[in-house]
């Protein structure tokens, strides 16, 4: 059954380095895997973008393994501001986006 | 800010009725995917379209339907709205790549059916 997981929440201090992985192994050959940030009533942020190997940005580090069923997104040191639901999003053969679950990460002080 | 603009930002309606929602794309953007936000889950892909065609669709039922415009805004029709169909809708917007697009999303509509 072609799913999109995530773990849903994920605690940590102020800091430190957080990794969230999603599970996608249904993706289309040809696509990108995008992660979003998204705070409570307000549309996702786009955070990073890969379609393999590694990305990296001024936020946030993307590793995406040679069969692309999975993607890490790493956020180097977390800060309070950080504390948001985290999302994969991945395009499924027949054209269907998908988007994970969500993972809740809480930053504390 | 992404330069989607979603309207209305919130609206109520009563089950049966229909509603359409609207939405703006970025400049430059070709491409306009809807999604449907339940309270405390995930986005729910309903469709998308590119140059004013459908180009993929969730697991919809036929009463969400769409257009877009040659401008490339986009509306989201909903008929005989049913007690479920209260959440967040967002838009996001595109432009298709060789490997595929970024979407940026606007800040939703937060529809609520009594």
């Known amino acids: 059954l072609a799913k999109t997981t995530q773990p849903i929440s994920m605690d940590s201090y102020e800091g430190q380095e957080v990794n969230i992985t999603c599970s996608h192994n249904?993706?289309?050959?040809?696509?990108?895997i995008t992660w979003y940030q998204q705070f409570p009533s307000q549309g996702p942020r786009f955070i990073i973008q890969?379609?393999?190997t590694k990305v990296t940005n001024e936020v946030a580090s993307l590793f995406i393994p040679a069969d692309r069923k999975s993607s890490t997104l790493s956020l180097p040191r977390v800060s309070l501001s950080d504390t948001a639901v985290y999302y994969c999003?991945?395009?499924?053969?027949?054209?269907?986006?998908?988007f994970g679950a969500g993972t809740i990460l809480r930053v504390k002080s | 800010e992404t330069g989607v603009t979603q309207s209305p930002t919130h609206l109520i309606k009563t089950r049966g009725q229909q509603v359409t929602l609207r939405c703006s794309s970025q400049?430059?953007?070709?491409?306009v995917s809807w999604y449907q936000q339940a309270l405390g889950q995930g986005p729910q892909f309903i469709f998308q379209?590119?140059?004013?065609?459908?180009?993929g669709r969730g697991n919809f039922p036929p009463r969400f339907s769409g257009l877009q415009f040659p401008n490339y805004s986009s509306e989201l029709n909903v008929n005989a709205l049913e007690l479920d169909d209260s959440a967040l809708y967002l838009c996001?917007?595109?432009?298709?790549?060789?490997?595929?697009?970024?979407?940026?999303f606007g800040p939703g509509t937060r529809l609520l059916v009594l």
């Open positions: 996001a917007s595109s432009s298709v790549g060789s490997f595929g697009e970024t979407q940026y």
């Open positions: 249904n993706i289309a050959t040809n696509d990108y």
């Open positions: 890969g379609y393999k």
């Open positions: 999003l991945v395009r499924e053969y027949g054209n269907k986006l998908v």
């Open positions: 400049s430059g953007h070709n491409t």
């Open positions: 379209y590119y140059r004013e065609e459908e180009n």
